[in-house]
């Protein structure tokens, strides 16, 4: 079964500062995607990014970054130069076929909150 | 383009009252999601939908009732709701069942049964 472990329940930074938000996953299948979330106070879901099973760049979108090792499982999101802003939730999840619904498997998130 | 609209955004229901959550989506997807997401569990999937007619059980089902009479339209029932219950509801959908393809979420619905 797919698992997607999110060790880091909070974190707190001040502002100006990079954090690196850390997410492992278990899956047995070769084609599988991975996504990240993020849940602002307001509380809906915002969509970051979803990286394919065999794309291994990282990804650099603005402050955002994304490291996937498929080596050691896992798609680590970092944050350079944190802002208030980026204070919110933040979820790591895993799509793989199994089944008919391509259904996704959330980590528990991770709480970041960025302070001046 | 309104993406994924959830009704209401907030109820208080008594034990043993039912309740029928509305998720409506305008960009005819085909595959549509509801899930729950309580503290410290991250969010858990209830019921999910690959198309108009059907409904599935995810991992969570029990409690719940769901349908799909019309493709925009994913309807997530409690019969008799439990304070167990209380939680964010939140319902997603996705263009189709591919693995690549995004799932859209919508606001979210607040729900606390006393």
């Known amino acids: 079964a797919q698992k997607v472990t999110q060790a880091q329940t909070e974190i707190s930074v001040v502002e100006k500062e990079d954090v690196t938000l850390d997410c492992v996953y278990e899956t047995r299948d070769t084609t599988y995607y991975l996504f990240w979330y993020k849940q602002p106070p307001s509380g809906e879901l915002v969509f970051l990014i979803r990286r394919n099973s065999f794309d291994e760049q990282n990804e650099i979108s603005g402050r955002y970054s994304w490291n996937f090792q498929k080596s050691t499982s896992s798609f680590n999101f970092t944050i350079t130069a944190s802002q208030v802003v980026d204070s919110a939730v933040y979820f790591c999840?895993?799509?793989?076929?199994?089944?008919?619904?391509?259904?996704?498997?959330f980590g528990t998130g991770t709480q970041l909150k960025v302070e001046l | 383009n309104a993406g994924v609209t959830q009704t209401p955004k907030f109820r208080v229901l008594k034990t043993g009252q039912s309740m029928t959550l509305l998720c409506a989506q305008d960009m005819n997807h085909e595959y549509m999601y509801w899930y729950r997401q309580d503290p410290g569990m991250g969010l858990r999937l209830i019921h999910y939908?690959?198309?108009?007619?059907?409904?599935a059980k995810g991992e969570v089902p029990d409690g719940y009732n769901v349908s799909r009479l019309k493709k925009q339209n994913f309807l997530l029932g409690l019969e008799s709701a439990a304070p167990s219950q209380t939680s964010v509801y939140f319902c997603?959908?996705?263009?189709?069942?591919?693995?690549?393809?995004?799932?859209?979420f919508g606001p979210g619905t607040r729900l606390t049964v006393l």
């Open positions: 997603a959908s996705r263009e189709s069942g591919t693995v690549a393809d995004t799932q859209y």
């Open positions: 999840a895993l799509s793989e076929p199994t089944g008919g619904g391509n259904k996704l498997t």
């Open positions: 939908s690959v198309g108009e007619g059907t409904t």
